[in-house]
């Protein structure tokens, strides 16, 4: 066999390994998305998922608009949303088809992501495996199993980014509309991302100014989308929220409150969540990025590099504002002081170019650089932020803010008192440890251990956390089957008195409500200041107006909440009382 056969073969066999282990990356992001997924039979998150929920619902011209409760929620999410509810009304099915979406929108990152891997100088296989890899992290898939919008907003991040930056490398009308249509869409699935929708708005200017004029027409497709899809999601929360759309005006409230010492704490726990959370992949991609900016801004050039490093630059500062307003010295809450979910999508897309970087075996000085970061953020949130987050009874916390971190022991649903602050450091640690080793060996190394703690954390974190931690939730809301038996008419939720958990009880239980008994009308009113519209009544299990309304008691709710089904008197009472079917006084 001669040199140039052995050759080829050996190249065949090294191509047939690569591929086979990207389809093996694939699969077990395949496998993780499902799993998760599989056990979704109804919302936890009674704002948001509701509110997307409800926003189809109006869309889609199905039941009267809600009347919802906290504030409201975009409407890109929603507008997929809209086909399921024509095709069916069903509640239940309506849930888990928006589940379903969103498993779909997580499986499609994986093709930008490849895209992104390849832009760093990896071969179609390997980045393809770094690309599926990190699409099965906790802090990604650990989102699917909820009608929630952070799939399709990483989705559209991700295209938003492979637009820029093949705009970037061929600046054509073409390539510009579509990097300013998706930056709109991006902005429109949830408004956290406006600064990147002004960046690249920002980008399309200065470059207009230097001559591209095909920059104007991305400024006009971009404009031309987010102007009239903002005004009908300002309509919407019109229609469903007493405020309207309040969660702009609380977001300026809180940017001219801003604290700056609960700023710096929020900034720093948000920074190591996406070290940790991310393994130090995060931080080699942040560091390559701001490394290649600053040398096109030392040159003068306007590059995609320079749009990225001031989208994340904006967009983390919007999340730092966000959150720095509930970590002050009375908070309560433990997720907020390592908060995650605002930033998760860019730190995905950090990793990506993080791992890729890795496996290349690049840029070691950029690596170290990295590594050195990540040990002063580490430090910083470990010596300065820890003893402040609270501990010990009257404490809680939303385990999807910190969703890439659910594997790891949590309160609620372990002995544990805290978060995982120390463990999850260490670990991170070793792997941006093995990470500056420059040898094929540890490179493989790095990908084999990334790998296995991110998709067996994406499982563990959905058997060990979040399905004990909610399971009492999925038992709640029950009076929606008696409802159900009993009219097709419309029933009214009375918000005086509702339990108080995560949020409030009058958010939880009104929205709950509203959405297990669409398409029927729901009419939300408070027994203090007025009588009940409808003959059937959700109020408390101790009613206070039952007596003086002459209200007999239908059936409790299960679960977590005190909530009850009345029934007014009318012909409904008469045949109830008679049927044996209320309640003994």
Known sequence: MSEATHRWRSRTRGEAASWAMAAAAVLAAVVVQLYTAADASGPIYYTDEVGYLSNAQLLAGVGEPRDLSFTSYYLGWSLLIVPIWWLTQDPATVYQAAVGLSVVCGLALIVPLTAIARRTGLSLPAAVTVAAVVSAAPARVLTSGYALAENLLTLVLAGTVLAAWRYAEHPTHGRAALLGSTAAMLFLTHGRTLPVLLVCMLWFAMLAVRGTWSAVTGIGCAVALAVPMYALNQWVAGQMYLEGAGREERGILRLLSLDPGQAVVAGTGQAWYAVVSWLGLSMIGLTVLLVAAGRHLRARRLSVEVWAALAVAGATMVSVVWISAVVGETATRIDTFAYGRYLDPFATILSVVGLAVVVRRAQRQTVRGAAAAAAVVAGAFLLAVVPR?????????????????????????????????????????????????????????????????????????????????????????????????????????????????????????????????????????????????????????????????GARKVADDTGLFDNALWVLPGDLLDELAASGGLETP
């Open 389 to 549: 987050i609270p501990s010990g009874p009257g404490t809680w916390w939303v385990p999807l803010n910190v969703s890439g971190l659910l594997h790891w022991d949590w309160p609620n649903v372990t002995t544990a008192s805290t978060g995982p602050w120390v463990a999850a450091t260490v670990l991170a640690a070793v792997v941006l440890t093995l990470s500056l080793v420059q040898r094929r060996w540890a490179s493989h190394a790095v990908l084999g251990v990334v790998a296995v703690v991110l998709v067996g954390g994406s499982v563990l974190g959905e058997a060990k956390t979040l399905r004990p931690f909610y399971a009492a939730w999925y038992d709640s809301f029950t009076l929606r089957e008696d409802v159900a038996e009993l009219t097709d008419g419309p029933v009214s939720f009375d918000t005086a008195d509702t339990t108080t958990v995560e949020g409030g009880g009058d958010t939880v239980s009104r929205n709950a409500y509203q959405f297990w008994l669409a398409p029927r009308t729901v009419e939300v009113f408070d027994s203090d200041a007025s009588d009940p519209p409808t003959e059937l009544v959700i109020a408390r299990k101790e009613w206070p107006r039952a007596e003086a309304l």
